[in-house]
């Protein structure tokens, strides 16, 4: 997307048109219905059989066509009006931008419907501890979505009289449908069929409705946070740029940011809520502390120096993989700098990613929806007085997400150690020092290797190459070894995790 759009009008004008069903997408599919859904079914399997857990979830899926269907039609059908309203200065400067964002945004809407299906999937594999199957989903979305949207985009959209950028906004739809279609033929293996079914006096559908209202409402700041950086972004005018640019630097290094972040806080998270689930559906609050307190710990360990390193290699990340035809070397400076500001807040966002989901299995929804709420006033003023007052632009709305991102984690792990009665605090504090010193030994191991390689090869894009190919193992070792040194814990536990998939590969073999 970046060599083919740039950061331009359309490549703006997509993001924002992504941006309306990708957040309807993260409040409703991969947001409160995952949390609500998965707890309520890992207790039917264990409490029922399974083929009331069978039944339940053919429920589920039939409110979610139902519900999530009518909220695409209608999102199809304002558009034209709530697509405005986000980008008032564009109206005014750029019209013609305005019209392409209501356009992409009816196309992608559907998108949500399909993603939603396929969380409720994702669900159920996961319940069932298959967690190969729906990780490797998003591969099929990107994928699908950028061969698709290049081939009705670039190929054929002469043909079908499609621009090259609607023709990704369809690649979008198409990438949301692999993602689902991928996870059936798993379910179907397992037993599930899908048939038809309403019953909305059902206990258990009653009850992740009781859970999902709430976590709507919680998980709603977060979006309305999103939506509060959209409106900025839109309106900040670049002095070299214009009104063209802060969107998609803000959208392409927050990308890179939630390469870690899925690596490890989501990933973590996924592997993290049947085990509190059943923890907290058994009442054993020890191993739900163990298991909590594990899973934090391994987020720092891996979050914190991916947060240090994403700061020093950026400009190197940026230029290597974005840099190249429209887009330009000033585009990978702003789109490095957003990118540091962002990366301040990566272990507090992947922290609430793992918190969360723990505070719906002990069936309290409230906690996370009272500080959710608390981060929307916080997002507001420090947005307003970064980007109006300091002036600081599109990196000022990325350190005030990060800000956002590290007072919801604090909140949340206090709010969870008064309410379980501890979260082994001593030990955790002991990981995060011991991390954060690993990581500056290595910062500065890295910086050094950096900076001594452009100083030799400049910062062309084989320079940029070189840098990474060297800079990141160099990190990794003096990282392990400083870790190794400080007898971090979770070291062996991260260890094991990374190495498990390639011992396996290498038994097959």
Same mark, same amino acid.
């Given at each position: 997307?970046?060599?083919? /759009? ?41 409490? #029922? $059989? ?14 979610? =066509? ?69 990780? /490797? ?12 949207? *290049?081939? +009705? ?20 739809? !198409? &990438? ?39 976590? =709507? *409402?919680? %998980?709603?700041?977060?979006?309305? %946070? ?11 005018? $670049? ?10 630097? +803000? ?16 990933? !973590? ?13 058994? &009442?054993? !609050? ?50 490095? =700098? ?6 301040? &807040? ?6 609430? #990613? ?6 719906? @299995?002990? #069936? ?13 006033? *916080? ?13 600081? &632009? ?18 949340? /792990?206090?709010?969870?150690? @008064? ?14 020092? #011991? ?17 001594? !390689? ?56």
């Amino acid at each position: 997307m970046s060599r083919l /759009f740039g950061a331009g009008s359309a490549y703006d004008a997509f993001v924002i048109g992504f941006r309306i069903p990708n957040l309807t997408r993260d409040l409703f599919a991969e947001g409160a219905l995952s949390a609500a859904f998965v707890p309520t079914f890992v207790d039917y399997l264990q409490r #029922k $059989d399974r083929q009331e857990a069978i039944h339940l979830a053919n429920l589920v899926a039939t409110a979610i =066509i139902l519900f999530v269907g009518a909220l695409c039609l209608l999102g199809i059908l304002l558009a034209p009006w709530f697509v405005p309203l986000l980008t008032p200065n564009w109206a005014h400067t750029a019209p013609e931008k305005t019209a392409a964002a209501v356009r992409l945004t009816q196309v992608m809407f559907p998108f949500l419907l399909l993603v939603a299906l396929a969380a409720q999937a994702m669900g159920v594999l996961n319940a069932f501890n298959r967690f190969a199957v729906p990780a /490797f989903s998003s591969t099929w979305f990107n994928v699908g979505s950028v061969v698709s949207g *290049i081939a +009705l985009g670039f190929w054929l959209g002469p043909a079908l009289g499609l621009q090259p950028i609607d023709g990704m906004a369809w690649g979008v739809v !198409i &990438g949301g449908g692999l993602q689902l279609l991928w996870q059936l033929p798993s379910l179907y293996r397992l037993g599930f069929r899908f048939r038809p079914a309403l019953d909305f006096a059902h206990p258990g559908l009653r009850h992740i409705a009781r859970l999902m209202g709430p976590a =709507i *409402i919680g %998980n709603a700041s977060v979006q309305v %946070n999103v939506l509060v950086n959209t409106f900025f972004a839109a309106s900040i005018v $670049d002095p070299v740029r214009g009104v063209d640019g802060a969107t998609a630097w +803000l959208q392409y290094a927050f990308r890179f940011m939630q390469l870690p972040l899925g690596l490890f806080g989501v990933a !973590i998270a996924t592997a993290t809520l049947p085990a509190v689930g059943r923890s907290a559906s058994s &009442g054993d !609050i020890d191993e739900f502390r163990e298991t909590l307190a594990r899973s934090l710990g391994l987020v720092f360990l891996l979050t914190v120096p991916a947060s240090f390193g994403l700061i020093v290699l950026g400009p190197s990340i940026v230029g290597a993989i974005y840099e190249g035809r429209r887009f330009e070397a000033y585009d990978t400076h702003q789109t490095a =700098i957003a990118l540091a500001c962002y990366s301040l &807040g990566l272990a507090g966002y992947s922290a609430v #990613k793992v918190l969360t989901p723990a505070f719906y @299995a002990l #069936k309290d929804s409230r906690t996370p929806m009272a500080i959710s709420l608390a981060s929307i006033l *916080i997002n507001a003023c420090m947005a307003w007085t970064l980007v109006t007052r300091a002036g600081l &632009g599109h990196a000022g709305l990325a350190l005030s997400t990060s800000c956002v991102a590290l007072f919801s984690f604090l909140a949340q /792990f206090l709010a969870m150690r @008064a309410r379980i009665g501890g979260v082994y605090g001593r030990r955790l504090r002991s990981v995060v020092l #011991k991390t954060l010193a690993a990581s500056l030994v290595m910062s500065a191991a890295v910086l050094a290797s950096s900076r001594a !390689i452009g100083h030799v090869a400049g910062t062309g894009f084989l320079a940029r190459l070189a840098d990474l190919a060297v800079s990141i193992p160099l990190g990794l070792v003096v990282l392990y070894s400083v870790a190794r040194a400080l007898k971090i814990e979770e070291l062996e536990m991260a260890r094991r995790a990374l190495a498990s998939p390639v011992a396996r590969r290498l038994s097959l073999e």
